[in-house]
Structures are given as structure tokens and as C-alpha cells.
């Protein structure tokens, strides 16, 4: 930290400590003008005449001679300081466009305290690297300001006839004025020096615009960055997306997948369940074709039950008869008996006729309940078999309805994947888009380079 | 002044006014250069800029004639900011390349 060089000359305005930092003054106070017991400080000149403005002050022939001599004159300085800086101001009064100029950008008292500093700081005894700055930044703000060097150098004239005048009246000889005055035209030489020098380098700056070039050069910079991040960002954004769009599709080409599985598999169950059905209504044609047999044996053993009554019929006239040979057989005595054992064995047969015909109808009423169990369990299968069809037909609606459904969803997933591909595809148009970005961005930046490697050469 | 004219934005800042964005301004190029004083922050070429960026922006905003409420510490910054660059002796290349040629063709 090399301190504050300013506050010699400065020292009426608000230097950038003291504006917003009261506690940091102390900052400031290194460079404090010494008081007139003069300590040379031969080492720091001599790094002067070392570095690049050594050659300067060979020129103008400022010694430490003449450094002692202004110290020396420094009581006289702080006596005259304010009627120099009158004296001076009192000429610009005639300068129309040099008082515009300042009053544009100070004010008179404020350059009159800063001249007053200015001139002290010439018989402060002290020139050194601090010193040579503090000149450099007058040709600095006298080219912000717009003051052309001839009015500073015209200032150094007004400046010098005004010490000219307090050195011959403050002084007994006019050998002392002459060493004296000397030493300050040295000085004044070096200082108009420097300051002219650094004026024309700032001019040069400002005519080639070089602060607009290099604040232009930075906002390009910042622009190139924000461009490259806002394209990498957007990029590796997008390669999210575009993951998640890809999973997305596989997403979509597996339900597809399933969909058509499910149409399939309901396609099948429906098949099925027609198969079933058909097989059903085989049952129910077999069912048909066994009622009418059915009915046909119902029919034959009323036939049956007919001739079994025929018979009986038969078999009672033959008893009856039987009866009858009997009783006439016992008529004829003995010549009957023959006939009367014929007559016993007929009554036999007719009994056992009888009991016969009683075994058949015994069966014929067994066969005929056996035929009604049948039916009755027949219609009670019909009826099953009715339920059953009309279960199976509602489950081929279901089934058909589903199939709808599913190929109706088919078509919308078959819709949704198309926009996802769209998606997808504008991802990748935005994609490319950010990679031409960031490709811009890194033009920019190169461009950037390239102009100041331009400023280098 | 022609305010529509204005832009009362510097990088990312809005500000309400002219009053407003000259006191933020001020403020941070007047703390940048304390900084780089203290030793906390380097004196560089890209340092030095942050405060001169500020300045010449405001140059722009007032049209050249700063109000007068900031005049005195507008061209103290300046002239410190000036010393900064004097100090740091790394000035625009381009131009210390025509110095050392002027110097070459005095002395």
C-alpha cells in the first residue's frame, strides 16, 4: 500500500477516504507537507533519476541543489502562497472560457485552495515517485476537463512572474532572488513536464476512445460469458429433457406394447368364450334331440299301457270263461273232470296273466316317473344352459367394449407419442441452437482477444 | 435534463434516479479504490476498471456536467482513480508504446 499522494493538493476536496470512511484519514495524512527543517531526502530522488523521468530531469537540470533551495524558500511560499493564487485567479477573471471550464467543473475558491497546496508542495523538499504522480494526474484532469496545455503552460508563466515578484520583494539580493528563482523554474520545467507528457498520453487515450474501447471490450466479455453459461445451461438443460423425453418414449412404446397384448389376449378370451358358446348350444341341440326320444319312449309305454290293458281285458274273459268251464265241467260229473282240470289250468294262466300284466304295469309306471324325472331335470339344464349362453353373450359385450376401449387408447397413445416426437425434435432444433450460441459466444470472445492483442502490438 | 434519455441502469442495478444510481456509483467506486489503497484488493487494469466504468457512466448520465452535490467527489475519484493507474504503471499497452516512442524521439 503506497498511501494517498493527494491530500497536499487535494485538500479541499472529499478525497475517497474521507467521504464515506471518517475512521480511514488517517490514511491520508502520510504525505503531510514537513514543516521548513528540511531533510533531504536524497535517496528517493535519486530513484528519480533512476527510473524513466531521470532523463526528464537531466533535462530541465533540476538538482538536489535546487530541491534544498525551494525548501528552503518554503516560509516565504506559505507567506505569498494566496497572493500568488490571487494574483493568478485575478488573470483568469479576463478568460472567459477558462472560467466556463471551471466553473463547469470546480468552482475558483476550490482551485485556489488546490493552487495553494499545489505551490507548497513545490517547496515541500520532497520529490519523489508520489510527487511525479501527483503531477501526472494534473495533465490527467486537465484533459477530462478539456484545458489544453497551452493555458497550463501559460499558468506556469503567470505562476513564475508572481514569484518573481515575491522573491524580489521578500529577498535582500538579487543574487538570492536569481538561485532561488532558478531552482523554481527547474521545478516548474519538471512539473510542466510530466504533466504535459501524461496530458498528451491522456488526450491520445481519449481521441482514440480507447476508455469507451476497453469498457466496450468488457461489456463483450460479460456478454460473451453470460451468452457461453446461458448456452451451457440451456443445453445441458435440454439433455435432461431430452433424457426424460426419451424415456418418456420408451414409456409410451411399452404401453403401446401392452396395449396391444391386452387387444390380443381380450381377442383370444373372446374367442373362448364364443368356442363355449357354441359348444353350449351343441348341448342344447343334444338336449332337444334326447326330449323328443324321451317323448317317444313316454309314448310307447302308453302304448305299452294300452296293450297291457287289451291283455288284462283278455286275460279277465278268460278267467271268467275258465269259471264258467268250471261250473260246467262239475255239471257233467265225471265225464266233466277233464275238462274241469282243463278249465283249473286256463284260471292258472288267466292269474298268472294277471299277475304278470301287474309286473309290466308296475314297470310301465317306473319307466313313465324315470321319463318325467328326465324331463324335469332337462328343463332345469335348459335352464342352466339358458343362463349360462346369455352370461357368456354379456361377456362378449364387455369384451368387445373393452376392445374398443383399448384400441381407442391405442390410437390416443399412437397420438401422444407423435407429439412426443415432436417434442423431441424441437428439443433437438434447441439444442442446436444453444451449441451455435455458445459457438458464438466463444467467436465473441476470441474476437475480444483479438482486439487486444491488437492493442498490444 | 432530458431524463428519457437517461438509462438509469449500470449492469445489472435499476435505479429509481439519477440522485439514486450517482450516490450508488459513487459510493462503490469510491470503496473499490479503498480497497485496492488498503491493500485488500489488487491495483489492476481490471480492478481500476470497475471504478472507472462507474464514473464514465455517470459522465454519461449527467451529459458531461455532473450535478454539483457530486462534482467535488466525482473528480476527486477521478484524480484518485488516476493516481491508482500512475501507481500501478500498467497503462493501456497501445499507448505506452507510442510514450516510449515520443520520449525516444525528444530525448
Known amino acids: ?457 | 435534463m432530458g431524463m428519457k434519455e437517461v438509462r438509469l441502469k449500470f449492469e445489472n442495478c435499476e435505479f429509481a434516479n439519477l440522485d439514486e444510481m450517482a450516490a450508488t456509483l459513487l459510493n462503490e467506486a469510491n470503496e473499490r479504490i479503498v480497497l485496492i489503497d488498503l491493500g485488500e484488493i489488487e491495483n489492476t487494469r481490471e480492478e481500476r476498471n470497475y471504478v472507472k466504468f462507474r464514473l464514465m457512466h455517470l459522465e454519461r448520465s449527467f451529459r458531461g456536467e455532473i450535478y454539483e452535490g457530486y462534482r467535488s467527489i466525482y473528480n476527486s475519484l477521478w484524480s484518485q482513480l488516476y493516481r491508482l493507474e500512475h501507481q500501478g504503471n500498467d497503462s493501456n499497452p497501445y499507448l505506452k508504446n507510442l510514450l516510449e516512442r515520443l520520449r525516444s524521439a525528444v530525448f
Open chain 1, 1 to 457: 500500500m503506497s498511501g494517498c499522494p493527494f491530500k497536499s493538493i487535494l485538500g479541499n476536496q472529499k478525497g475517497a477516504f474521507r467521504l464515506f470512511r471518517k475512521e480511514d484519514n488517517h490514511h491520508l495524512a502520510n504525505t503531510k507537507i514537513e514543516n521548513n527543517s528540511y531533510q533531504p531526502k536524497n535517496q528517493e530522488f535519486q530513484k528519480l533519476l533512476h527510473n524513466n523521468v531521470g532523463n526528464q530531469i537531466r533535462f530541465v537540470g533540476l538538482s538536489e541543489e535546487d530541491i534544498m533551495n525551494l525548501a528552503e524558500i518554503r516560509p516565504i511560499m506559505e507567506r505569498n502562497a494566496a497572493q500568488i493564487v490571487d494574483a493568478f485567479y485575478g488573470k483568469l477573471q479576463d478568460m472567459p472560457n477558462l472560467l466556463t471550464i471551471i466553473n463547469k467543473h470546480s468552482t475558483v475558491e476550490k482551485l485556489g485552495k488546490t493552487l495553494t497546496q499545489y505551490l507548497l508542495d513545490m517547496v515541500s523538499g520532497r520529490i519523489d515517485e508520489n510527487y511525479v504522480i501527483r503531477r501526472k494526474v494534473i495533465g490527467n484532469v486537465h484533459n477530462r476537463i478539456g484545458l489544453f496545455p497551452e493555458w497550463y503552460i501559460g499558468a506556469y508563466t503567470l505562476i513564475q512572474n508572481e514569484m518573481l515578484h515575491v522573491l524580489t520583494r521578500e529577498l535582500d539580493t538579487w543574487e538570492e532572488v536569481m538561485k532561488y528563482y532558478i531552482s523554481f523554474q527547474r521545478l516548474c520545467s519538471f512539473d510542466m513536464q510530466i504533466g504535459i507528457e501524461t496530458y498528451i498520453e491522456s488526450y491520445t487515450s481519449s481521441m482514440m476512445k480507447l476508455n469507451e474501447i476497453e469498457e466496450l471490450q468488457s461489456r463483450l466479455n460479460d456478454s460473451a460469458s453470460t451468452l457461453a453459461a446461458s448456452a451451457e445451461e440451456t443445453t445441458s438443460s435440454i439433455a435432461d429433457k431430452e433424457g426424460l423425453v426419451e424415456q418418456m418414449l420408451s414409456e409410451v412404446e411399452s404401453i403401446t406394447q401392452l396395449s396391444k397384448d391386452m387387444i390380443a389376449t381380450v381377442d383370444d378370451g373372446k374367442q373362448d368364450v364364443s368356442e363355449a358358446l357354441t359348444k353350449v348350444d351343441k348341448v342344447v341341440d343334444l338336449i332337444a334331440n334326447t326330449k323328443i326320444l324321451t317323448q317317444e319312449l313316454s309314448d310307447s309305454s302308453t302304448q305299452i299301457g294300452q296293450v297291457v290293458k287289451t291283455i288284462r281285458g283278455i286275460s279277465n274273459q278268460t278267467n271268467i270263461l275258465s269259471l264258467n268251464a268250471a261250473i260246467e265241467a262239475a255239471r257233467a260229473g265225471e265225464h266233466g273232470k277233464g275238462f274241469s282240470i282243463v278249465a283249473q289250468e286256463v284260471r292258472k294262466l288267466a292269474h298268472q296273466t294277471e299277475q304278470a300284466l301287474d309286473h309290466i304295469q308296475g314297470q310301465i309306471s317306473t319307466v313313465q316317473e324315470t321319463i318325467e324325472k328326465f324331463e324335469n331335470s332337462f328343463k332345469h339344464i335348459v335352464d342352466e344352459t339358458s343362463l349360462f349362453r346369455e352370461t357368456n353373450r354379456n361377456t362378449i359385450q364387455i369384451l368387445e367394449a373393452s376392445v374398443e376401449n383399448v384400441k381407442s387408447n391405442d390410437s390416443r397413445i399412437h397420438n401422444f407419442s407423435g407429439f412426443i416426437f415432436e417434442f423431441k425434435k424441437t428439443f433437438e432444433e434447441i439444442s442446436d441452437a444453444s451449441h451455435q450460441i455458445a459457438e458464438m459466444a466463444e467467436q465473441l470472445s476470441y474476437l475480444n482477444n483479438e482486439l487486444t492483442d491488437k492493442f498490444r502490438n
